[in-house]
């Protein structure tokens, strides 16, 4: 399975060096760095791993990157245009081993073109997006925007679309993540979802943390024809949480850490306890698998 990733930073070089050595050691070596303009003068002269480091478009505010995740998606596409998946990670997500490849092959089996976290539906208000696409989609989809896997299905079609340069020349002017008729936090979130089903895959759910916002979460016995669940129902969570604790917030904590993890959200600090554990174990396992014991 190919993976292309793009990581999107600002800064905290340290904590997006862990990242991508994470990335690196359980998702693959095809690693794009993109850089908010605003904290482009920081990583003058940076290596972080084998990964490339490009300047990415100015944002500079703490929520709603859909311009940068786009152009991230552009750049990857023209870089390994055969990968299967392409992720979009930001720098404060952890992946702790490569198990959820086994839960992009049972997803890409029932055609999933976008898998993440924190599924949601929710009515299609953004009529801007129905003028690039030149459709009308009949929902819209969200998932967390920390972490979100798109199909080459999906991705070759924006790219056959001219989606991407589209989607730029038409939000040049927004500032601080605008998107008319967007009212929830971040457009990413809802923008890709909403574009996989519209567009003719489904969307396949890993875990979902409810604290917090219960009263925006459907139930998998709500479900409808586009969405897909990775497991049951559980009081605090829906899903495999044992092997994705993921969510928005709070910050991840030891008590929400089991063996088995595989990717991990919110960690905010290279220091962070969880990051440090993980980070040995990454260490043994690289040197298992150079054979140097």
């Given at each position: 399975?190919?993976?292309?990733?793009?990581?999107?930073?600002?800064?905290?070089?340290?904590?997006?060096?862990?990242?991508?050595?994470?990335?690196?050691?359980f998702?693959?070596?095809?690693?794009?760095?993109?850089?908010?303009?605003?904290?482009?003068?920081?990583?003058?002269?940076?290596?972080?791993?084998?990964?490339?480091?490009?300047?990415?478009?100015?944002?500079?505010?703490?929520?709603?990157?859909y311009?940068?995740?786009?152009?991230?998606?552009?750049l990857?596409h023209?870089?390994?245009?055969?990968?299967d998946?392409?992720?979009?990670?930001?720098?404060?997500?952890?992946?702790?081993?490569?198990?959820?490849?086994k839960?992009l092959?049972?997803?890409?089996?029932?055609?999933?073109?976008?898998?993440?976290?924190?599924?949601?539906?929710?009515?299609?208000?953004t009529?801007?997006?129905?003028?690039?696409?030149d459709?009308q989609p009949?929902?819209?989809?969200?998932?967390?925007?920390?972490?979100?896997?798109?199909?080459?299905?999906l991705i070759?079609?924006?790219?056959?679309?001219?989606?991407?340069?589209?989607l730029?020349?038409?939000?040049?002017?927004?500032?601080?993540?605008?998107?008319?008729?967007?009212?929830?936090?971040?457009?990413?979130e809802?923008?890709?979802?909403?574009?996989?089903?519209?567009?003719?895959?489904?969307?396949?759910?890993?875990?979902?943390?409810k604290g917090?916002?219960?009263?925006?979460h459907?139930?998998?016995?709500?479900?409808?024809?586009?969405?897909?669940?990775?497991?049951?129902?559980?009081?605090?969570?829906?899903?495999?949480?044992?092997?994705?604790?993921?969510?928005?917030?709070?910050?991840?904590?030891?008590?929400?850490?089991?063996?088995?993890?595989?990717i991990?959200?919110?960690?905010?600090?290279?220091?962070?306890?969880?990051?440090?554990?993980?980070?040995?174990?990454?260490?043994?396992?690289?040197?298992?698998?150079?054979?140097l014991?």
């Amino acid at each position: 399975m190919k993976i292309a990733t793009v990581v999107l930073t600002h800064g905290n070089i340290p904590l997006t060096s862990d990242t991508v050595d994470s990335i690196e050691t359980f998702v693959g070596d095809r690693v794009l760095v993109l850089v908010d303009k605003s904290g482009w003068q920081n990583f003058q002269n940076v290596k972080i791993g084998r990964s490339l480091i490009r300047e990415g478009l100015y944002h500079n505010h703490h929520r709603s990157p859909y311009r940068n995740y786009a152009f991230g998606m552009s750049l990857l596409h023209s870089y390994w245009p055969d990968s299967d998946w392409f992720l979009y990670s930001e720098y404060d997500c952890l992946f702790a081993s490569d198990y959820f490849k086994k839960d992009l092959e049972k997803a890409q089996n029932r055609n999933a073109w976008c898998v993440g976290f924190d599924l949601r539906r929710f009515p299609f208000e953004t009529p801007l997006l129905a003028t690039l696409i030149d459709g009308q989609p009949t929902k819209a989809y969200y998932f967390l925007g920390c972490c979100q896997f798109l199909h080459r299905n999906l991705i070759t079609k924006l790219s056959e679309m001219d989606f991407f340069k589209k989607l730029l020349l038409a939000t040049e002017s927004f500032k601080k993540g605008k998107f008319p008729g967007y009212k929830r936090y971040a457009y990413e979130e809802e923008l890709w979802p909403t574009l996989a089903a519209h567009l003719g895959g489904n969307l396949y759910e890993l875990a979902c943390w409810k604290g917090g916002e219960n009263q925006e979460h459907q139930t998998v016995k709500e479900s409808d024809p586009k969405t897909l669940y990775g497991g049951a129902e559980h009081e605090a969570w829906r899903g495999h949480f044992k092997l994705y604790p993921v969510r928005n917030s709070p910050e991840i904590d030891k008590l929400d850490v089991y063996s088995e993890a595989s990717i991990l959200h919110p960690l905010k600090s290279h220091k962070h306890p969880v990051r440090l554990m993980f980070k040995e174990s990454r260490r043994l396992f690289k040197k298992k698998n150079l054979g140097l014991w």
